[in-house]
């Protein structure tokens, strides 16, 4: 159900966190692996994630500049951090730049279930909200234009109108 991208410039880290994810009842039916930002990019691009796990240090492009791509490409697109860095500053910058959360390396997999679990859910939510006010929005438009289309119908229609009538159903569409 869930499609995850794993960017980590460490393979053997990567593939742990894919098994992990895979093995997990979290319904993660496929997780994609990138040795670095540009890889990610290129992932990002031709396919649809539900998530983005990314490392902060990596060679060619870092972490943070990853972050930023996604966010101004795919801003809804949730990423977690997670790095060897315990510095504030790359905590803080990557929280700024909207990730979810930062893990520290090593990262305990209770942890990293538990969070991945709790974005995911997040993300689901915001989806189902859009989709009802995407919904009550098209319905008030379709109920708007049934009300336009009245008024014109009584416009043409309407032989006897007085002029008062006439003027009220203009005023009502607007012109």
Same mark, same amino acid.
Request: hydrophobic share 45%; glycine share 4%.
């Given at each position: 159900m869930y499609k995850i991208l794993v960017v980590d410039d460490e393979p053997r880290v990567s593939a742990g966190i894919k098994n992990v994810l895979l093995s997990s009842e979290l319904q993660i039916t496929h997780v994609?692996?990138?040795?670095?930002?540009?890889?990610?990019?290129?992932? +990002?691009? #031709?396919?649809?994630?539900? /998530?983005?796990?990314?490392?902060?240090? #990596?060679?060619? #492009?870092?972490? /943070?500049? /990853?972050?930023?791509?996604?966010? #101004?490409?795919?801003?809804?697109?949730?990423?977690?951090?997670?790095?060897?860095?315990?510095?504030?500053?790359?905590?803080?910058?990557? /929280?700024?730049?909207?990730?979810?959360?930062?893990?520290?390396?090593?990262?305990? +997999?209770?942890?990293?279930?538990?969070?991945?679990?709790?974005? +995911?859910?997040?993300?689901?939510?915001?989806?189902?909200?859009?989709?009802?006010r995407t919904i009550r929005e098209g319905e008030a438009e379709r109920t708007g234009a049934a009300r336009r289309n009245e008024l014109l119908l009584e416009l043409v229609t309407e032989r006897n109108l007085a002029k008062a009538d006439y003027e009220d159903l203009i005023d009502e569409l607007g012109g």
């Open positions: 994609e692996t990138a040795l670095n930002g540009f890889e990610a990019i290129d992932y +990002l691009r #031709m396919e649809t994630f539900d /998530l983005v796990l990314t490392d902060i240090q #990596m060679s060619r #492009m870092s972490g /943070l500049e /990853l972050m930023e791509t996604i966010y #101004m490409e795919q801003p809804h697109l949730p990423v977690i951090v997670i790095s060897a860095h315990e510095k504030f500053d790359f905590a803080k910058k990557s /929280l700024r730049l909207g990730a979810r959360d930062y893990l520290v390396k090593p990262v305990e +997999l209770a942890e990293l279930l538990r969070i991945v679990g709790r974005v +995911l859910r997040e993300k689901e939510e915001h989806g189902k909200q859009s989709l009802e």
